[in-house]
């Protein structure tokens, strides 16, 4: 499995919207923690939840 985002970038989790714009704050193995303007901090298992980088607009 190929995660392509590191520590610092911006992602989404298209399957809740609502949880905004998170912000990548460490990855080990295939757990990405992610703090989510809305929601928090969540631990993110990368092979069962697609994250979407927002690219630099």
């Not at 499995?1 to 809740?16: C, Q, R, S, T």
């Not at 912000?23 to 992610?34: A, D, R």
Request: glycine share 8%.
């Amino acid at each position: 499995m190929l995660i392509d985002f590191e520590p610092g970038d911006y992602v989404k989790n298209p399957a809740h919207e609502s949880w905004g714009i998170g912000q990548v704050q460490s990855i080990i193995g295939n757990k990405v923690t992610v703090n989510f303007e809305n929601f928090g901090k969540r631990v993110i298992n990368a092979e069962n939840v697609k994250l979407e980088k927002i690219e630099n607009e």
